[in-house]
Protein backbone atom coordinates (compact mmCIF):
# COMPACT_ATOMS: atom_id res chain seq x y z
CA UNK A 1 0.00 0.00 0.00
CA UNK A 2 1.11 3.56 -1.09
CA UNK A 3 0.28 6.48 1.65
CA UNK A 4 -1.34 9.25 -0.20
CA UNK A 5 0.92 11.51 1.22
CA UNK A 6 3.57 13.24 -1.17
CA UNK A 7 6.79 14.42 -0.89
CA UNK A 8 5.84 17.82 -0.70
CA UNK A 9 3.57 16.83 2.47
CA UNK A 10 5.79 15.17 4.09
CA UNK A 11 8.55 17.65 3.68
CA UNK A 12 6.19 20.33 5.34
CA UNK A 13 5.88 18.55 8.62
CA UNK A 14 7.98 17.79 10.85
CA UNK A 15 9.46 14.50 11.08
CA UNK A 16 7.91 13.56 14.39
CA UNK A 17 5.50 15.84 15.85
CA UNK A 18 4.95 15.38 19.72
CA UNK A 19 1.63 13.02 19.91
CA UNK A 20 0.24 13.87 23.73
CA UNK A 21 -1.24 10.06 24.22
CA UNK A 22 -0.29 6.94 21.99
CA UNK A 23 -3.59 5.08 23.13
CA UNK A 24 -5.54 7.64 22.51
CA UNK A 25 -4.27 8.32 18.83
CA UNK A 26 -4.47 4.38 17.95
CA UNK A 27 -7.81 4.10 19.51
CA UNK A 28 -9.29 7.55 17.31
CA UNK A 29 -7.42 5.47 14.10
CA UNK A 30 -9.89 2.39 14.61
CA UNK A 31 -12.88 3.96 15.05
CA UNK A 32 -12.21 5.88 11.79
CA UNK A 33 -11.12 2.83 9.65
CA UNK A 34 -14.25 1.27 10.86
CA UNK A 35 -16.20 4.57 10.07
CA UNK A 36 -14.39 4.97 7.09
CA UNK A 37 -13.27 1.21 6.11
CA UNK A 38 -9.81 2.12 5.26
CA UNK A 39 -6.99 4.47 5.79
CA UNK A 40 -8.17 8.09 5.69
CA UNK A 41 -6.26 11.10 5.29
CA UNK A 42 -6.77 11.94 8.84
CA UNK A 43 -5.45 8.20 10.17
CA UNK A 44 -2.05 8.99 7.31
CA UNK A 45 -1.60 12.40 9.64
CA UNK A 46 -2.05 10.93 13.07
CA UNK A 47 0.43 7.70 12.21
CA UNK A 48 2.88 10.33 10.93
CA UNK A 49 2.67 12.11 13.73
CA UNK A 50 2.75 8.72 15.90
CA UNK A 51 5.43 7.07 13.82
CA UNK A 52 7.40 9.78 11.86
CA UNK A 53 8.63 9.63 8.31
CA UNK A 54 10.56 6.99 8.70
CA UNK A 55 8.10 4.46 9.55
CA UNK A 56 4.95 5.45 8.04
CA UNK A 57 4.56 3.20 5.62
CA UNK A 58 4.89 -0.08 7.69
CA UNK A 59 2.81 1.34 10.28
CA UNK A 60 0.14 2.14 7.63
CA UNK A 61 0.13 -1.08 5.63
CA UNK A 62 0.27 -2.79 9.14
CA UNK A 63 -2.47 -1.11 10.36
CA UNK A 64 -4.73 -1.96 7.78
CA UNK A 65 -4.49 -5.51 7.28
CA UNK A 66 -4.72 -5.94 11.10
CA UNK A 67 -8.20 -3.69 10.84
CA UNK A 68 -8.97 -5.26 7.25
CA UNK A 69 -8.66 -9.04 9.26
CA UNK A 70 -10.81 -7.76 12.12
CA UNK A 71 -13.44 -6.40 9.82
CA UNK A 72 -13.53 -9.48 7.79
CA UNK A 73 -12.84 -12.25 10.41
CA UNK A 74 -13.64 -11.02 13.82
CA UNK A 75 -15.58 -13.59 16.06
CA UNK A 76 -17.97 -10.83 16.54
CA UNK A 77 -18.87 -7.35 15.28
CA UNK A 78 -16.55 -5.00 16.94
CA UNK A 79 -18.13 -2.49 19.81
CA UNK A 80 -16.44 0.86 19.77
CA UNK A 81 -16.73 3.27 22.48
CA UNK A 82 -17.82 7.07 22.46
CA UNK A 83 -15.87 10.58 22.59
CA UNK A 84 -16.59 10.73 26.28
CA UNK A 85 -17.16 7.00 27.36
CA UNK A 86 -13.48 5.90 27.17
CA UNK A 87 -12.42 2.23 25.45
CA UNK A 88 -14.47 -0.39 24.69
CA UNK A 89 -13.50 -3.81 25.56
CA UNK A 90 -13.12 -4.37 21.71
CA UNK A 91 -10.40 -1.43 21.55
CA UNK A 92 -8.73 -2.18 24.93
CA UNK A 93 -7.82 -5.72 23.46
CA UNK A 94 -6.12 -4.03 20.06
CA UNK A 95 -4.00 -1.90 22.30
CA UNK A 96 -3.76 -5.18 24.34
CA UNK A 97 -2.59 -7.61 21.19
CA UNK A 98 -0.01 -4.92 20.41
CA UNK A 99 1.03 -4.28 23.80
CA UNK A 100 2.12 -8.16 24.10
CA UNK A 101 3.44 -8.11 21.08
CA UNK A 102 5.78 -5.23 21.67
CA UNK A 103 6.69 -7.12 25.07
CA UNK A 104 6.88 -10.72 23.35
CA UNK A 105 4.76 -12.40 25.52
CA UNK A 106 3.20 -15.08 23.45
CA UNK A 107 0.82 -16.67 25.94
CA UNK A 108 -1.42 -13.39 26.43
CA UNK A 109 -0.98 -12.58 22.50
CA UNK A 110 -2.51 -16.09 21.82
CA UNK A 111 -5.13 -15.53 24.59
CA UNK A 112 -6.14 -11.85 23.00
CA UNK A 113 -5.77 -13.64 19.27
CA UNK A 114 -8.29 -16.06 20.84
CA UNK A 115 -10.76 -14.27 21.47
CA UNK A 116 -10.21 -11.37 18.58
CA UNK A 117 -10.46 -14.51 15.73
CA UNK A 118 -10.60 -17.90 15.24
CA UNK A 119 -8.04 -20.22 15.21
CA UNK A 120 -7.23 -20.42 11.19
CA UNK A 121 -6.96 -16.41 11.06
CA UNK A 122 -5.27 -15.98 14.57
CA UNK A 123 -1.04 -16.45 13.01
CA UNK A 124 -2.09 -13.81 10.38
CA UNK A 125 -3.28 -11.18 12.53
CA UNK A 126 -0.60 -12.07 14.71
CA UNK A 127 2.25 -10.87 12.07
CA UNK A 128 0.08 -7.69 11.38
CA UNK A 129 -0.04 -6.99 15.12
CA UNK A 130 3.76 -7.56 15.43
CA UNK A 131 4.36 -5.59 12.23
CA UNK A 132 2.79 -2.26 13.87
CA UNK A 133 4.10 -2.83 17.55
CA UNK A 134 7.70 -3.32 16.05
CA UNK A 135 7.10 0.44 14.48
CA UNK A 136 5.57 1.78 17.96
CA UNK A 137 8.53 0.43 19.27
CA UNK A 138 11.35 1.65 17.16
CA UNK A 139 9.51 5.11 17.27
CA UNK A 140 9.56 4.94 21.16
CA UNK A 141 6.07 4.11 21.76
CA UNK A 142 5.83 1.73 24.53
CA UNK A 143 1.96 0.37 25.24
CA UNK A 144 1.70 -0.95 28.63
CA UNK A 145 0.21 -4.27 29.37
CA UNK A 146 -2.67 -4.74 31.91
CA UNK A 147 -2.90 -7.86 33.71
CA UNK A 148 -4.33 -11.01 32.53
CA UNK A 149 -7.57 -12.13 34.25
Do not use: K
Not at 83 to 109: C, K, M, N
Request: glycine content about 8%.
Amino acid sequence: MTTSLSPLDLAERPARPACPNTEQLLVWAVRRWYLHGNISREIEVGFLSLCGIAEIETALVAFNDLMATLARHGRRRMILGGPRGGFSHDERSILTLLAVHQHEDETYAAAILSWLVPAGVAERLSAYATLLAGTLTRSGHILPVPPLH
